[in-house]
């Protein structure tokens, strides 16, 4: 599944965007979770590259997840994409919850610090 889900995003162009910033946050336009994903970023002193991906992309990677969901057995309920999608360092975090986890947990920081990101 991780395997599908680094083809869609080379495809979707962002591989050379991401290996050539510190910290990128891809996402749909006009989403109100790329702001919020932004400026916790931007407290921190990161200023993350902003991406805005395709709607075929989104629909693409909502029917890899879902169908992933499936295969494993746990159809129970389908899942939204993952967006926006939160790299670091070259290393996809994950979505918003995931960013938010790290930062609460103290790991954000020394990610950042790890990317170059920031320089406290």
Known sequence: MEQLLMVAIKEEGL?????????VIGGRRGCDMNFVAQRLLERLKAYPTMYEVSEEFVARMTLMR??????????????????????IGGKLVGGLDQLIDIHVTGKLIPMLKEACAIWL
């Open 15 to 23: 591989i050379p965007i991401v290996e050539g910033s510190m910290v």
């Open 66 to 87: 879902n169908l992933g969901r499936t295969l494993r057995g746990d159809s129970k309920t389908l899942v939204a994409p993952l967006f926006p999608m939160i790299f």
